[in-house]
């Protein structure tokens, strides 16, 4: 036996443990921005759970925690990670990110019932703002640590409530001046393998509870502000407005059509922001986020500046001027090819399966080799309540994990 003073928990168990937390009564589902007291208690649960499991835990200078499984004390480098990310989207499913992050602590629980002779240590990761759901900007906790978002950045980022991202950190123990690439935590890692909830029914329609992942489309967050004349609803004849609603309505129409125009693109208008948003005001401003998404990067790039063009039209058309910002853009990853071999010839019954999602995998992808593992969703849906694993596929999921573990850490 290495090293765990726990009795070993299935990861159905694990996420029974977590059902409760964050539910949302208006939205359905479960709403758990980063540093809400929701993701703050998932936080503690997942200390606690480390704790028991005898693992060295701490906390870096980006809110990544990072618990150690190493009963052989080897040097930290070259580690074996595996985890995800405990916050979600508005109203979304109870699996996306806890579900890796279940299935790692599941996973060690079998590694510790083995007699297995590590030579490479095991780090447990849990990535902050993964959905970017509070700030905007998906996955900032894996792209400060990789630097691939600059402190400065991050710590303009503002809230909907007005609170920066500096001053968030700094209420939850980081100095926002020490946000940002950290050499010296990477120089540890070795490579990263994720497990997910598979976000679509790839898994459904091939019959089977584990996927390895091949890819993650390219995908982007853009805001276009159109900008009008805010009034009276009442007293402002309908041949007097200039309406930025009209414009934005009209525009959301357009990334559809132009969206069904391109093979294998999605683009989407999942929030649209009124100002200042009164039942009886005609608007001044209106916010409308876009989301589009392509294997091939330039023709995300295409798509954007025609739907960029189309908004600009329409907002001519009602009198309105409107401006295009760029919030993220993460290119197309293909993961290592090695380690995807390795994975299966390990799981050889795993089918392999591209994602439209992104994840902290694909961030972590320029610094070390990252794979992902996918376990089966029968409703296909994600980002909403409706996300669901059956129990055995959970814990088929955790057993492939730690198959996948145990071989990269006595490798
Ligand atoms: O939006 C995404 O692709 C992921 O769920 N953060
Ligand atoms: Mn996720
Ligand atoms: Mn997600
Ligand atoms: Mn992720």
Known sequence: MTGTTTTAQSV????AEIAAIGTDAARGGYSRPVYSPAELELR???????????????TDRNGIIWAWWNPAELPLTDAVVTGSHLDSVPGGGAFD???????????????????????????????????GSRYGLACLGSQLLTGAVTPERAAALVDADGTSFAELAARNGLDPRHLGRDDERLSRLGCFVELHVEQGRGLVDLDTPVAIGSSILGHGRW??????????????????RRDPMLAAAATVLEVRRLGRTVDGARATVGKLDPVPGGSNVI??????????????????????????????????????????????MSPRVDFDPVLRGRLSTI?????????????DAGVLKEEIPTAMLFVRNPT???HSPE???????ADAGGHALATVLADLITQ
């Open 387 to 393: 996300e669901y694993v059956e129990d055995p596929d």
């Open 347 to 359: 799981l050889p019954d795993a089918p392999i399966l591209s994602t439209g999602a992104g994840h």
């Open 97 to 131: 990110g806890p579900l890796g992050v279940a299935s790692a602590l599941s996973a060690i629980d079998i590694l510790a019932a083995q007699d297995l002779a590590p030579t490479r240590p095991l780090a447990l990761a849990v990535f902050p703002e993964e959905e």
């Open 380 to 382: 296909g849906v994600s």
């Open 223 to 240: 805001r276009l502000s159109f900008l009008g004349q805010g009034n009276h609803a009442g007293t402002t004849l309908m041949t007097d």
């Open 12 to 15: 159905s168990t694990l996420m």
């Open 283 to 328: 608007a001044s401003r209106v916010d409308v986020w876009l989301d589009v998404r392509h294997d091939d990067d330039a023709v995300v790039a295409a798509l954007v500046t025609d739907i960029a063009a189309a908004a600009r039209e329409r907002a001519a058309a009602e009198g309105c001027s409107v401006t295009l910002t760029e919030a993220s």
């Open 44 to 58: 503690e649960w997942f200390i606690a759970a480390a704790r028991r499991r005898s693992l060295e835990i701490e």
